[in-house]
């Protein structure tokens, strides 16, 4: 089986390196296609921080494997990781956090083991990138939650809770807040869970969450959420077993998966023969399961922990005590250590099972959808508007443009009502939500709407607009803040 290679930034191919003589020290059947990404591609002019033959390669073989990668600052490029997770559909981002003998922390000190699966949303969220400055103090960014995207996350948490026998699955959230985005999440966490009774299936606000995981991590066993959130805990959870050179990260999509290190180029090292591969080792390993050479994995993995639980160690981590060795030195270590297993954690050696590789090219996007279930309406509008006027002038010039349609609702300011009530202590910016609701309640039409915001662009600049809709009796959209 061939897959592409994308050695990384910094100390991205140093430690690429050491990976792939491991690989090779282990006979690991797998052939290598280097692939150029990264920031110094961005440097020669490609924008994604990829070429594209890069590309190509990627898409053809399916499975990449990636070093850290930097994205240029203060040039106004994305980042070339978020990039390939997305034009991928790499839509689960999965990482695992185990306690690893050897490396200290204060809950492997106290005899806590830790052992949680990570399972982040990564297509979606704010991490879809749109934002815009709607007035000269005012920033919106758009944060999309969707069902199918939420139901292929969460069903992938549920199937591999499944196969690890895990006894608990948590979904993290701040569906008290955010009861629209993050309520749809969460309920498509419950929907998926009906169909695995066996399984524990409960749901944390998200801060309290990080309070319980510093706390009782050993309580917890997988996780899901959405793709922010995941992120942040995700690193959280790197903290509780050494950092975020112990946190291996697979990105996994129907039809191609990304598997890398998560943690940064360390440039300040680069080059200096002294970085610590164990990230990366552990993310190959993770390549290796899902490509079904467990026995391949199972002896290295092995390797590595009896190393770490030896005092073997790189310069970042371990017994100050003992001497730490460089890049090379761990990596030959870690070799000399094949057939020997660690007294805690030990992994079985199955037997290979290689996946065979799959020719597929598609010839159009996937459009995932779900069936609608109610009949849609819409029943007004929120007109995002420019304005240094008192609430009270706001009102009256927004009511001279209702027409014989609409009615004015309310307004708000910062998502905090401002009208017909509110308080002289709210602090205003410069940028009012009008909401205007239909007359009589009968469903409206786009020509209404937009006959509404003709009108009212006579008085206002409107920097944004909303449909409020509804399904079946259901109001798809959230009250302000004291309406």
């Not at 160690?313 to 070799?335: A, L, M, R, Y």
């Amino acid at each position: 089986m061939k897959i592409a290679i994308a050695r990384g930034d910094g100390i991205g191919p140093e430690i690429m390196e050491a990976v792939l003589k491991i690989f090779a020290a282990n006979k690991v059947p797998l052939e290598y296609e280097f692939v150029d990404m990264g920031k110094w591609v961005f440097d020669k002019g490609f924008s994604n921080g990829m070429t594209p033959e890069a590309k190509i390669t990627i898409e053809n073989l399916g499975i990449l494997f990636k070093g850290p990668m930097e994205t240029p600052k203060g040039k106004g490029v994305k980042s070339v990781n978020v990039t390939a997770r997305k034009t991928w559909n790499t839509y689960a981002n999965k990482r695992v956090f185990q306690t690893l003998h050897g490396v200290d922390t204060v809950f492997s000190k106290g005899g806590i083991p830790i052992d949680i699966t990570i399972v982040r949303e990564n297509i979606e969220d704010t991490y879809g990138g749109i934002e815009h400055m709607l007035t000269h103090d005012v920033a919106l960014s758009r944060r999309f939650i969707t069902r199918p995207g939420s139901l292929q996350v969460i069903k992938y948490a549920f199937e591999m809770a499944k196969k690890k026998n895990a006894k608990r699955i948590t979904c993290g959230h701040k569906a008290n807040i955010m009861k629209i985005t993050d309520g749809l999440f969460l309920e498509c966490f419950y929907e998926v869970a009906e169909e695995y009774p066996e399984l524990k299936a409960d749901d944390v606000i998200i801060d309290d969450l990080c309070m319980k995981l510093v706390t009782r991590p050993d309580t917890f066993d997988v996780i899901v959420l959405t793709n922010l959130q995941g992120d942040i805990v995700s690193d959280l959870c790197a903290g509780l077993i050494g950092g975020l050179g112990f946190a291996p990260s697979a990105n996994i999509g129907d039809h191609i998966c990304i598997f890398e290190a998560v943690h940064g180029t360390a440039p300040d090292i680069a080059g200096k023969n002294i970085a610590n591969p164990t990230a990366l080792l552990l993310s190959g390993i993770t390549m290796l399961r899902h490509l079904g050479y467990m026995q391949n994995a199972a002896v290295i993995e092995n390797a590595l922990l009896f190393t770490l639980e030896s005092g073997v160690h790189t310069g970042d981590f371990g017994d100050k005590k003992i001497p730490s060795v460089n890049t090379s030195q761990f990596t030959e270590t870690i070799i000399s250590n094949f057939g020997k297993a660690p007294v805690q954690g030990a992994k079985p050696v199955l037997p290979n099972m290689p996946a065979t590789p799959t020719s597929f090219k598609l010839e159009k996007n996937p459009v995932i959808v779900t069936e609608e279930m109610e009949q849609e309406k819409i029943v007004g509008v929120d007109l995002f508007i420019e304005s240094v006027e008192q609430p009270e002038m706001v009102a009256h010039m927004c009511q001279r443009h209702a027409g014989e349609k609409f009615k004015l609702i309310n307004i708000s300011n910062r998502g905090t009502q401002v009208w017909p009530t509110g308080s002289i202590y709210t602090n205003l910016v410069n940028q009012y939500n009008a909401r205007f609701e239909s007359l009589d309640g009968s469903p409206l039409h786009q020509q209404d709407v937009i006959s509404l915001y003709v009108s009212l662009s006579g008085d206002f600049k409107i920097c944004s607009l909303e449909l409020l809709n509804t399904w079946g009796d259901k109001r798809a959209y959230s009250l302000a803040q004291g309406q």
